[in-house]
């Protein structure tokens, strides 16, 4: 997008990313941009962009990264929220990896089962991820896949961090809702506001 001429172009399109963008991060150079590209039901991968040539790059064994992605700047990682499952079985794998540019490691057990990364985000250079199984969920500080840590909170709740601030918006499964300023070290509320009754924010 051209802010000052107000126009646009195509850049990649979904054909050359393999299906439709999902979510969209970019790297601190600004020459680099990862997509989580959406090609069926619990099959979402993850390419790198070359924002230079326009190249795509597919990131392997990322399975579904519907999970939520973000950079962290201070670190030179990506971090990906893998929300796999076995559909033979219908357990739900746990997947927090982090990409460097060259090498995919795991922050977790490949064989932990339990609630799934939904949304992730950095904030000066921390990682929080919010899991969810859409009836619970929990904020971790530094992920863990401890289920003991962690603050709880209701079913799929999203993150945003702003200024160094972090934010969730919780969404319980009786329509209610509310917003609320996290703090950084316990993951508990600084302040929580409840929104109108029966809004959905999601």
């Not at 107000?6 to 680099?32: C, I, M, P, R």
């Not at 090498?103 to 899991?131: C, W």
């Amino acid at each position: 997008v051209d802010l000052q001429k107000k126009n646009s172009s195509l850049f990649v399109s979904g054909t050359k990313l393999g299906g439709g963008a999902q979510d969209f991060v970019v790297n601190k150079n600004g020459d680099k941009g990862y997509v989580s590209v959406y090609k069926s039901y619990g099959n979402t991968i993850v390419v790198e962009i070359d924002l230079l040539t326009g190249s795509v790059k597919a990131i392997e064994d990322i399975k579904d990264a519907s999970g939520s992605l973000d950079y962290d700047n201070e670190n030179n990682l990506l971090y990906i929220g893998d929300r796999f499952m076995d559909f033979q079985t219908y357990e739900m794998h746990i997947g927090v990896f982090t990409y460097d540019g060259t090498r995919l490691d795991s922050l977790t057990d490949p064989e932990a089962k339990g609630r799934q990364p939904y949304s992730i985000r950095i904030v000066n250079g921390q990682p929080y991820v919010f899991v969810s199984d859409y009836q619970t969920g929990k904020l971790y500080i530094d992920y863990a896949d401890d289920e003991k840590d962690g603050a709880e909170y209701y079913q799929d709740s999203k993150l945003a961090a702003v200024n160094g601030k972090l934010y969730l918006m919780e969404r319980k499964d009786d329509g209610t809702a509310s917003l609320a300023q996290i703090n950084l070290i316990s993951g508990e509320p600084v302040w929580q506001k409840a929104l109108e009754t029966g809004s959905n924010p999601y």
